[in-house]
Nanobody, 125 residues
């Protein structure tokens, strides 16, 4: 059974940095697009970043970012450790939200979708 667990959230000042981690078990990351979403109080959940791989090949990961985080956030993944990361720099108060890790199946895993419980990020001035 798939399990995703986020960690690394917390309270940080404006301009600071945090690195979120998503530990994944029970699935093969080579068949999943890994994504980070966030949801602030009273707002819809939004896609922050995604990472798509070409499994078992030398093609580098493809990444996409929301306009609001481009140049500040970086998604990365270590398939050997089954972990996905979100490095967040130059944090703003608008980045305050609960951050969720998502595994979206493709190829042999098409149609499968898994979520973590979320980790809270609070950015204060």
């Amino acid at each position: 059974q798939a399990q995703l667990v986020e960690s690394g959230g917390g309270l940080v000042q404006v301009g600071g940095s945090l690195r979120l981690s998503c530990a994944v078990s029970g699935i093969n990351l080579n068949f999943y697009v890994m994504k980070w979403f966030r949801q602030a109080p009273g707002k819809e959940r939004e896609l922050v970043a995604s990472s798509t791989n070409a499994p078992y090949s030398s093609v580098p990961w493809m990444t996409n970012y929301a306009d609001s985080v481009k140049g500040r956030f970086t998604i990365s993944r270590d398939n050997a450790k089954s972990t996905v990361y979100l490095q967040m720099n130059s944090l703003k108060e608008d980045d305050t939200a609960t951050y969720y890790c998502n595994a979206h199946g493709m190829r042999a895993a098409a149609g499968r979708d898994y979520w973590g419980p979320g980790t809270q990020v609070t950015v204060s001035s």
